[in-house]
């Protein structure tokens, strides 16, 4: 769905493609068991999209509160949204009834921090030091994200975030508090979620917290410079992550054993036909996508490409700077969705007053086919191609699948067959790679619950159970999609075509 927004010019819905993909079939019948003993499947929620109690217990606002109360938002926002904050411990049973491995979550800086630095609020710390408790008492592995998409507004209020290098101090001194506080228990920790994502939405397209772009982008936009803040960020993000990472592992990892990885959202990518401007426009959209953030943590520098094409706009790593980047990731989280077919796209470089985007100069193109409206295209090679190409480039660095997902309309239905079939594809992909040497160690569903979208608020959602917003009680009904997970995660091989959901389960759900 980001893939969507994040080409509104040229998004073209293609019926039939020119170009056919390298036919990968996925495994099809796989069990658990088919993976590597210490390979973990799990399942996850981000702080603000979960917890709710937004103004309780010491909480300030943070980017993303500011957003979803904008004119920027739908009108939907995280004030209660699934209610975590309350309902953690009835939500880690139901992982725990699924044989959820490992769990996902985000630690709300300003829920731990609120003024962004300087005092812990003991009743943030007690919340998240009763979360991680209760999933390790169930034998759920906790994986910690640092931020996602949720500054402190103090922050942002005080020196506008992530545009400003303060940013690398106040963010090493949570990420400390963090390791301090939480890292006996929690030994996976990602600094910044889908880092590039992150900067181009939220600074580029200003579609996402906390909304910035030029008046050429949008007109919705208070402010921001498309043509600069997004390199700004990126660059800003690398030095705040690769800090935080020489802290963890100077003080912390000795002691506590533990990793430090990064994420970026990577859809696939193929040419939409053999062409060679398409081929070349490819290879560049996958340098933007993925090498932009990837290569500085892997090989120290930008990719040559997006230096040449952004020029004095994106900042240039000092010789420290780079070799504090490089080699600062225990592994890479990738968020993989979907693939897109490229097209070229040169009338985008003669222009003067160019964004990211326009710097790409590619044409997205991407294949519905006669998916439902609303859904992703199941394709599953796609991640087998993207970890193939995490392999072969950078060495075969460890990785996590952080999020993979179905999107439906959030209208309720519990029999999401389209999510249960997709699950089911992507996993025999990832089993593929996993096959093909791929040193993927990891993968979580996204989303356990609906709760609130990015892109969307209530429109849309992912979870594997539905959470009723008009029920008092915020009941969470299991749907097909969590019965297909549960079985493979118990470890049987079943069709998501043969399962179906108890009449009574349906007939609660209708009430
Ligand atoms: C990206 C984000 O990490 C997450 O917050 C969002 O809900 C999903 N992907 C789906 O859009």
Redo the contacts with the bound molecule.
Sequence with gaps: ??GLCFHRLFLVLAAALAVVPVAVLAADQYTRADFPVDFVFGSGL?AY?YEGAAFKDGRTPSIWDTFSHSDRANGTNGDITCDGYHKYKEDIKLMSEMGLEAFRLSISWARLIPDGRGSVNPLGLQFYNNFIDELIRHGIQPHVSLH??DLPQALEDEYEGWISRKIVKDFTAYADVCFREFGNRVLYWTTV??AN?FALGGYDLGIIPPGRCSSSVSNACSGGNSSTEPYIVGHNILLAHSATAKLYKKTYQVIQKGYIGFSI?NMWMVPYTNAKEDVTATERAIDYYIGWLINPLMFGDYPEIVKKNAGTRIPAFTEDESKQVKDSIDFIGV?H?TTNFVKDNPSYLPMDNRDFDADMAIQLIYEKGDTPPGQFPIMPWGLYELLEYLKQVYGNPAVYVH?NGQ?TPRNGTLEDSSRAEYLHAYIGSLLDAVRNGSNTKGYFV??LLDCL???NGFESG?GMYYVDLNDKDLKRYEKLSGLWYTNFLKGNNVNPLDLTLAGDKLSGFLR
Excluded: A, D, K, T
Aim: negative net charge; charged residues 15%.
């Design positions: 769905m980001i981000s999209q996602h998409h979620n889908e994502i959202y968020n969705y999020e999107v996204w989303s979208e990015l892109l992912f």
